[in-house]
Every structure is written in C-alpha cells, then in structure tokens.
C-alpha cells in the first residue's frame, strides 16, 4: 500500500506531532489536578523526563502515545510502509523508556505508564491515579475541591 501524501508532506505531518502538551497529557494533568494532586512538569535532570512528577511521593507519570511508544494496540502498529526506518525507531523508543523506568526504580522512584488508548474514561483514570499516587495530605481528601 503507498502513502497517499507525498514524503515533504508527510515528513511535515510527523514533524508537526508534539512531545508535551499533548491531548492525552492534558487531560491527566487536569484530571490529577482536580483530583487534589500537585506536580512538576518534564524536569529534564530525571531519566526519562517524565510527564509528571511527584517530587514528596517519588512517583512519576509518563503519558505514552501509543503508535510512537509501540504499544500493544490497534493506535500502535506499525505504518505499512518504511518498515527499515520505523521499526528500529519504535524499538528503540521501547528500549529508552524501558531503561528510563529501570534507573528511576533504582534511585527509588515508581513510574506509572499511561497509554494514550486508555484515559479516555474519567472514572477509570480518576481511579488508577488515586491508587498509584495515594491518599492526599492529612485532611483532605483526592474527591473534595477545597475551593468551593
């Protein structure tokens, strides 16, 4: 099967494609915000400059785009053409994040992974962040918005 765009144009199309900021960062950033939590953003001297830190808690959240990240789902296979170039590009980016992962655990962090496929339902992703981060300082609590 050809790529029906031409390579300049698809050459703009990936180079278009964001590393921060991304929707599915967004909406855990909002969702972990209105749960309670506070973080840092992509702190460049952590391995893997991970999405969201949790300096007090030694936790990190890395946000995954599923096709450039490899995962295992319909988002993340591989494009059919340009095989040679795409799929040491995925493997490699399988190997950096496997090895950022490992060197936080090693100084004592814990990382959660959150694939793009699956933090589209609210309840879901409320519920693996509030398990993987914990409960919140004392007397609060992750569901209440003290500002109301």
Same mark, same amino acid.
């Not at 494609?17 to 840092?40: C, D, F, I, N, W």
């Not at 004392?138 to 003290?146: A, D, Q, T």
């Given at each position: =099967?050809?790529?029906? %765009?031409?390579?300049?144009?698809?050459?703009?199309?990936? #180079?278009?494609?964001? #590393?921060?900021?991304t !929707?599915?960062? =967004?909406?855990?950033?909002r969702? +972990?915000?209105?749960?309670?939590? %506070?973080?840092?953003?992509?702190?460049r001297? =952590?391995p !893997?400059s991970?999405?969201?830190?949790?300096? !007090?808690?030694?936790?990190?959240i &890395?946000?995954?785009?599923c &096709?450039?990240? !490899?995962h295992?789902?319909?988002?993340?296979?591989?494009?059919?053409?340009?095989?040679?170039?795409?799929?040491?590009?995925?493997? @490699?980016?399988? +190997?950096?994040? +496997?090895? *950022?992962?490992? +060197?936080? *655990?090693?100084?004592?962090?814990? @990382?959660?992974?959150?694939?793009?496929c #699956?933090?589209?339902?609210?309840?879901?992703? @409320?519920?693996?962040? =509030?398990? &993987?981060?914990g409960?919140?300082?004392k007397?609060?609590?992750?569901?209440?918005?003290?500002?109301?």
């Amino acid at each position: =099967m050809t790529d029906p %765009r031409s390579p300049e144009q698809r050459r703009r199309i990936m #180079q278009s494609v964001g #590393q921060k900021h991304t !929707g599915p960062e =967004m909406t855990v950033r909002r969702m +972990a915000h209105s749960l309670g939590y %506070r973080y840092r953003l992509h702190l460049r001297n =952590m391995p !893997g400059s991970p999405d969201l830190v949790f300096p !007090g808690r030694k936790k990190v959240i &890395f946000v995954h785009g599923c &096709f450039w990240h !490899g995962h295992d789902c319909k988002k993340g296979g591989l494009p059919k053409s340009r095989l040679e170039y795409w799929g040491p590009k995925i493997e @490699a980016n399988r +190997a950096r994040d +496997a090895s *950022a992962e490992k +060197a936080l *655990a090693d100084n004592g962090w814990e @990382a959660l992974t959150l694939w793009q496929c #699956q933090i589209h339902s609210g309840a879901d992703l @409320a519920s693996r962040l =509030m398990t &993987f981060l914990g409960p919140l300082g004392k007397g609060s609590s992750p569901l209440v918005n003290e500002e109301s």
